[in-house]
């Protein structure tokens, strides 16, 4: 299983990024993806989730902002931020819980900043 991040960059407050997660090794369409971020000195956490089906889930944190989408034919998870603030500077990480592991990718930096 692999799973490949990209999309994190600098980005002023109030702006915009796409992060994208690219899956191989799994059949995609019938796993739930979920992005997490960790920010220095704090633990992981989940921001977002999508079931196999579409259903959506996200931390209060995020609520409004964020946006999870998958698109089975290209295996692909996204995550679109928007109205990005100083607090959701953290590596990224996509991820996919099998019933025997769990699995990460690399991560991708943002970093929000003026």
């Known amino acids: 299983v692999q799973l490949v991040e990209s999309g994190g960059g600098l980005v002023q407050p109030g702006g915009s990024l796409r992060l994208s997660c690219a899956a191989s090794g799994i059949i995609f369409g019938v796993n739930a993806m979920n992005w997490y971020r960790q920010a220095p000195g704090k633990q992981r956490e989940l921001v977002a989730t999508?079931?196999?089906?579409?259903?959506?889930n996200y931390a209060d944190s995020v609520k409004g902002r964020f946006t999870i989408s998958r698109e089975n034919a290209k295996s692909t998870v996204y995550l679109q931020m928007n109205s990005l603030k100083s607090e959701d500077t953290a590596v990224y990480y996509c991820?996919?819980?099998?019933?025997?592991?769990?699995?990460w990718g690399q991560g991708t930096q943002v970093t929000v900043s003026s």
């Open positions: 991820n996919v819980k099998l019933p025997l592991m769990n699995y």
């Open positions: 999508i079931t196999a089906g579409g259903s959506t």
